[in-house]
């Protein structure tokens, strides 16, 4: 099986699902398994291994995932938090998609790291379904958010309507005292 790229902004990265292939035809007597380590109160904890053929465990990969992390999360947080922690045991092992971290952490990161001119920003998990993210400043990439992590709409209805673009409060002020 070809390995499976999905470009993330400029990067490509391969999927947990090709990795786990290359894997399974690299040690076909290895096994891959996971431990669900927290369950509850909409989030989870998922422990990911690498078993050698004599059960002798060669790698490891946690991950934690809350069901309010983003739209796929809603109805798969398990799921995702699964794949993401056989991902990072795959790094562990070796068997990196490019980065260590998740397709979405990547996207993540590199979506914090750029700055975004339109509202909605799509992030591809390791499945290669796209997810839309939340509306971030135009000056310094953060989500706009009210302290207890929702939208906020207020403050960027009015940044839209001074400046044409969603921009964070804390950049609104750096923007009236910079004229």
């Excluded at 971030?136 to 958010?145: A, G, Q, R, Y």
């Excluded at 950049?171 to 004229?179: T, V």
Aim: proline share 2%; hydrophobic share 30%; charged share 25%.
């Amino acid at each position: 099986m070809e390995n499976q790229l999905q470009n993330i902004h400029g990067k490509n990265y391969e999927l947990v699902a090709s990795r786990i292939n290359r894997f399974r035809n690299d040690r076909p007597e290895w096994s891959i398994t996971t431990e669900i380590i927290k369950h509850g109160s909409g989030e989870c904890i998922i422990k990911a291994s690498i078993l050698d053929e004599k059960g002798v465990v060669r790698a490891t990969g946690i991950a934690h995932e809350k069901e309010s992390g983003s739209t796929i999360n809603k109805t798969s947080y398990v799921e995702c938090c699964e794949s993401s922690a056989i991902g990072r045991c795959l790094a562990c092992f070796n068997y990196q998609g490019g980065e260590y971290a998740s397709a979405d952490e990547v996207a993540q990161a590199i979506k914090g790291q750029s700055v975004s001119k339109s509202e909605e920003t799509f992030i591809p998990d390791d499945r290669g379904n796209l997810d839309i993210g939340k509306i971030v400043c135009n000056d310094c990439s953060s989500p706009i958010l009210t302290k207890d992590g929702a939208e906020d709409t207020k403050v960027i209805e009015y940044s839209k309507s001074k400046y044409n673009v969603p921009v964070c409060w804390t950049c609104q002020q750096k923007r009236k005292s910079n004229g």
